[in-house]
T-cell receptor, first 113, second 116 residues
Framework: QKEVEQNSGPLSVPEGAIASLNCTYS??????FFWYRQYSGKSPELIMS????GDKEDGRFTAQLNKASQYVSLLIRDSQPSDSATYLC?????????????FGQGTTLQVKP | NAGVTQTPKFQVLKTGQSMTLQCAQD?????MYWYRQDPGMGLRLIYY???????DKGEVPNGYNVSRLNKREFSLRLESAAPSQTSVYFC???????????????FGPGTRLTVL
């Protein structure tokens, strides 16, 4: 069974600090990795996708992928109270002609003013 | 352009009752999905439809049925609701068809279902 693991938290950081969110996955054949943000009572929204080893930066967000270690992370620089949300890691698994996203349980981030 | 819409937003059922959750997308996406989300858990895939006319089981299909009515609409039916089906249900769609390695899924606002 394909698995995606995250620490459920909560992860608490002060405003302006760097928040580091981590995710591990079980299938070495996975090619696509995503970070979704979900505010309380709302639907998930995509904030980052990454497909190659290394770092991908978008504004204050950096996604990091290490396929050898089966590890993907999300760094949020200059954290703001508005970043307080649950962050879901998702891994795309392809089996035959079909593919599915498998989600981790999410990490709750609290940014304190 | 409404994206992905779901109806109803809230629903309370008694054990044994049936209902259908509706989902529609206006982005001309091939693939549509139904997930459930329980407290402290991520999203779990119930059923998905990679293209019009096809449906497949996900991680937790028991107790559910789906219909891909056309390219826009994908419904989820609970034939005999149970308290274990109390959850938030999300519909999603993506451009990806079969075997695509880089889908971006867009989610609807969710349906909050309580089964008493």
């Amino acid at each position: 069974q394909k698995e995606v693991e995250q620490n459920s938290g909560p992860l608490s950081v002060p405003e302006g600090a760097i928040a580091s969110l981590n995710c591990t996955y079980s299938d070495r054949g996975s090619q696509s990795f995503f970070w979704y943000r979900q505010y309380s009572g709302k639907s998930p929204e995509l904030i980052m996708s990454i497909y190659s080893n290394g770092d991908k930066e978008d504004g204050r967000f950096t996604a990091q992928l290490n396929k050898a270690s089966q590890y993907v992370s999300l760094l949020i620089r200059d954290s703001q109270p508005s970043d307080s949300a649950t962050y879901l890691c998702a891994v795309y698994y392809v089996s035959g002609n079909t593919g599915k996203l498998i989600f981790g349980q999410g990490t709750t981030l609290q940014v304190k003013p | 352009n409404a994206g992905v819409t779901q109806t109803p937003k809230f629903q309370v059922l008694k054990t044994g009752q049936s209902m259908t959750l509706q989902c529609a997308q206006d982005m001309n996406h091939n693939s549509m999905y139904w997930y459930r989300q329980d407290p402290g858990m991520g999203l779990r895939l119930i059923y998905y439809s990679a293209s019009e006319g096809t449906t497949d089981k996900g991680e937790v299909p028991n107790g559910y049925n789906v219909s891909r009515l056309n390219k826009r609409e994908f419904s989820l039916r609970l034939e005999s609701a149970a308290p274990s089906q109390t959850s938030v249900y999300f519909c999603a769609s993506s451009e990806a068809g079969w075997g695509d390695t880089s889908p971006t899924q867009y989610f609807g606002p969710g349906t909050r279902l309580t089964v008493l």
